[in-house]
């Protein structure tokens, strides 16, 4: 009997723990974004005191500056202004890897993560995860190409697990990888809860 109960305490720890962590982090998250933005307010908004307004807020002053910069006028100034950034010494080294990442990852036509994939580094017999994101810029390819029979040489991002945002970036020809059938979804999980996540996936095809 002692051990059901334990089993059965520790199995609703798995199932709450998850839900419980993610609403607070939700809820934290939401929170300091309304210190921040609901002073700004007008004395009649904050009066309502809705938990969240501060976040419609900034979602709809995100949509509106979306707007005025797709126009030709918000165009324009977004030019001005980036020109005067990065023409300032300190303030462009930030600015530009900064907009990289962003435009990358979810700007409109970004690369972001493609393809997972297995890479065999850092030598032979041993493989690491790793995701395509595009195909090699031109005056890598130039260097690297590796000949004329087709076979594409793309860019790989390694995370070092279980922090996906540090990591490097790899060349390799396409015909060095081993795909995976596996979605990103499934390789970033399995990478943050470092291989724990996933042992008892059977893969999709008879590979």
Same mark, same amino acid.
Do not use: C
């Given at each position: 009997?002692?051990?059901?109960? @334990?089993?059965?305490?520790?199995? #609703? /720890?798995? =199932? %709450?723990?998850? $839900?419980?962590?993610?609403?607070? !982090?939700?809820?934290?998250?939401?929170?300091?974004?309304?210190?921040?933005?609901?002073?700004?307010?007008?004395?009649?908004? @904050?009066?309502?005191?809705?938990? #969240? /307004?501060? =976040? %419609?807020?900034? $979602?709809?002053?995100?949509?509106? !500056?979306?707007?005025?910069?797709?126009?030709?006028?918000?165009?324009?100034?977004?030019?001005?202004?980036?020109?005067?950034?990065?023409?300032?010494?300190?303030?462009?080294?930030?600015?530009?890897?900064?907009?990289?990442?962003?435009?990358?990852?979810?700007?409109?036509?970004?690369?972001?993560?493609?393809?997972?994939?297995?890479?065999?580094?850092?030598?032979?017999?041993?493989?690491?995860?790793?995701?395509?994101?595009?195909?090699?810029?031109?005056?890598?390819?130039?260097?690297?190409?590796?000949?004329?029979?087709?076979?594409?040489?793309?860019?790989?991002?390694?995370?070092?697990?279980?922090?996906?945002?540090?990591?490097?970036?790899?060349?390799?020809?396409?015909?060095?990888?081993?795909?995976?059938?596996?979605?990103?979804?499934?390789?970033?999980?399995?990478?943050?809860?470092?291989?724990?996540?996933?042992?008892?996936?059977?893969?999709?095809?008879?590979?």
């Amino acid at each position: 009997m002692r051990q059901r109960l @334990r089993t059965y305490f520790l199995t #609703g /720890i798995v =199932v %709450a723990a998850p $839900v419980l962590i993610t609403l607070y !982090l939700i809820s934290s998250v939401i929170g300091a974004i309304d210190e921040l933005v609901t002073p700004l307010l007008p004395p009649e908004v @904050r009066r309502i005191g809705v938990p #969240g /307004i501060g =976040v %419609a807020v900034v $979602v709809i002053g995100l949509t509106l !500056l979306g707007a005025v910069a797709a126009n030709v006028i918000g165009n324009w100034l977004l030019k001005i202004w980036e020109y005067l950034v990065n023409h300032t010494p300190v303030i462009r080294a930030i600015y530009r890897p900064v907009k990289q990442v962003f435009e990358t990852v979810i700007g409109p036509g970004g690369m972001s993560f493609r393809e997972v994939v297995l890479v065999e580094y850092p030598s032979d017999g041993r493989w690491v995860l790793g995701f395509v994101t595009a195909k090699a810029p031109a005056a890598v390819a130039a260097e690297l190409a590796p000949g004329d029979d087709g076979d594409e040489l793309v860019s790989v991002y390694l995370p070092t697990a279980p922090n996906l945002y540090a990591g490097f970036l790899l060349f390799q020809p396409r015909s060095r990888l081993k795909h995976l059938d596996m979605s990103v979804d499934e390789a970033v999980k399995l990478m943050v809860s470092a291989g724990i996540a996933g042992q008892g996936d059977k893969p999709k095809t008879g590979k």
